[in-house]
């Protein structure tokens, strides 16, 4: 059964105040982790400037939208005129051929560092990746000393490893100062891999299985946290002895069985855990064919992405959690969303999009005689405006109406005013002095006064 859950305010709009350049570039601004960051740098009021592959941002004048290819020289060098900061965010999905991954990942950082350099950036921040550290074995609360390996997974953890390389090498040259940040599982509202993908897999029946007994620990990262950290280096750098030139792990600091943490996201939208458990030993075979199957079809031209890779069991099936001292020392980092807080404003803001339909609706909590009312804004109220999510106000008090709607005897009509104020038609002379009997059960709610 899905699981409503009203974020307040205060954790919604959560605010901070940095000390930062103006003048700042994101590179990868229309993705994922790349908006967020962007919000939060216009929340410090400073100039932004996106750059992206594809438009973006066309009804935000705030924001100045460069498009064009981190491998084209000339592209670059217009993103980083007259830029203090650069976010380097850019990066291909882990599913894009090697070559992509090489090109983009280890070329076009390579060029931003040289023309930043040359235009004078001096601070540059990193999206790197805790996988980068990976070698397929258990991790657990290991810290930045951990060597990144010789030999690297995949052509993703490896590109990426290569380029926070580059990144930390240049720190000092040009009166340059750089960092990275190693964020891990990150996901939130936004997100179109990670829960969404997990979710399109439940519909098709995919997410039953489990890999091995279930105990591997992992940590997983709001997209809110993994922003603010790169907020904290951008301010911290050239400022704070032990920063420039360094990664930092990152994560909401709440290691949780890897299972756990995926069954909780699919009952929260009303999909089942998975229930049955695989072998990692047979699964490890299984993976280890699918990966050669993809090498001799790629032989005779054939491009073939498997479900399942021998790495993926790997990190399906072992501990990936990272101790976060480092960043909490040096940058003053502290999860600013805590992973409950996180998971609360995804069944919030994502339900709409990927809760089961089929599922019984979510569960609501009522006002009872002698509770104390909960006290919700108009605009909380307002957010809740759809026949499968309906609230309305009536007399100062807050209905969830959303399983009244289908037997209202007024049809749809009840829905003319969802999300606001309904005082008027309710005190028509179309309702009987019983309607109040009727939607007594779903009150919920106080509305405040402002």
């Known amino acids: 059964m899905p699981v409503l859950v009203e974020v307040p305010d205060a954790v919604l709009n959560r605010r901070f105040k940095y000390d930062l350049p103006n003048r700042a570039l994101v590179t990868g ?3 994922f982790v790349g908006r967020r960051i962007v919000a939060m740098l216009l929340e410090q009021g400073c100039d932004v400037t996106v750059f992206d592959i594809t438009k973006g941002f066309e009804d935000e004048p705030r924001v100045k939208m460069v498009v064009g290819n981190l491998v084209e020289t000339a592209d670059v060098a217009k993103a980083v005129e007259g830029i203090e900061v650069v976010y ?10 090697p070559a992509v991954q090489f090109a983009v990942n280890v070329t076009g950082t390579r060029a931003l560092l040289q023309a930043s350099a040359a235009a004078g950036v001096k601070k540059f921040v990193f999206t790197s990746s805790a996988s980068v550290v990976y070698e397929g074995g258990n991790q657990a609360g290991v810290d930045e000393s951990t060597p990144i390996p010789t030999a690297s997974l995949d052509s993703y953890t490896k590109t990426k490893a290569e380029a926070e390389a580059l990144v930390l090498a240049a720190n000092g040259q040009h009166g340059m100062h750089t960092a990275a940040i190693r964020p891990h599982g990150i996901f939130g509202p936004g997100d179109r891999q990670f829960f969404p993908v997990l979710v399109e897999s439940a519909r098709k029946g995919k997410t039953k299985y489990a890999l091995g007994e279930g105990r591997n620990v992992a940590d997983f990262t709001f997209v809110g946290n993994v922003a603010h ?7 911290k750098l050239g400022k704070v002895p032990g920063v420039d030139g360094q990664a930092f792990f990152v994560t909401n600091d709440a290691p949780v069985p890897f299972w756990d943490f995926l069954a909780q996201v699919l009952t929260g939208f009303g999909y089942p855990a998975p229930s049955v458990r ?16 993809a090498t001799l079809l790629r032989m005779v031209g054939v491009r073939f992405q498997p479900t399942f890779t021998r790495s993926r069991v790997q990190y399906l099936t072992t501990h990936h959690y990272y101790s976060i001292e480092k960043a909490k020392r040096l940058l003053g980092y502290a999860p600013a969303w805590s992973q409950e807080e996180a998971l609360a404003l995804c069944f919030q803001c994502m339900m709409p999009a990927l809760a089961n339909p089929r599922a019984p609706k979510p569960r609501r909590v009522t006002v009872k005689k002698g509770q104390s009312v909960p006290v919700y804004r108009m605009q909380q109220v307002s957010r809740h405006n759809t ?21 209202h005897p007024g049809d749809d009509a009840i829905l003319r005013f969802v999300g606001g104020d309904s005082s008027k038609g309710f005190h028509g002379p179309q309702h009987p ?18």
Not at 88 to 97: E, G, L, R, Y
Not at 278 to 293: C, F, Q, S
Not at 436 to 445: K, L, P, R, S, T
């Open 29 to 31: 601004g229309n993705g």
């Open 88 to 97: 380097h965010v850019a990066a291909p999905h882990a599913s894009h051929p």
């Open 229 to 235: 950290a790169h907020l904290l280096a951008a301010e």
């Open 278 to 293: 695989l072998p990692t030993g047979l699964m490890t075979v299984v993976g280890g064919w699918m990966d050669g199957m």
């Open 387 to 407: 026949r499968g999510d309906a609230w309305i106000v009536v007399d100062g008090k807050v209905y969830d109406v959303t399983e009244y709607v289908d037997v």
């Open 433 to 450: 002095v019983s309607v109040w009997d009727v939607i007594a059960e779903y009150e919920i709610g106080a509305v405040a006064a402002e």
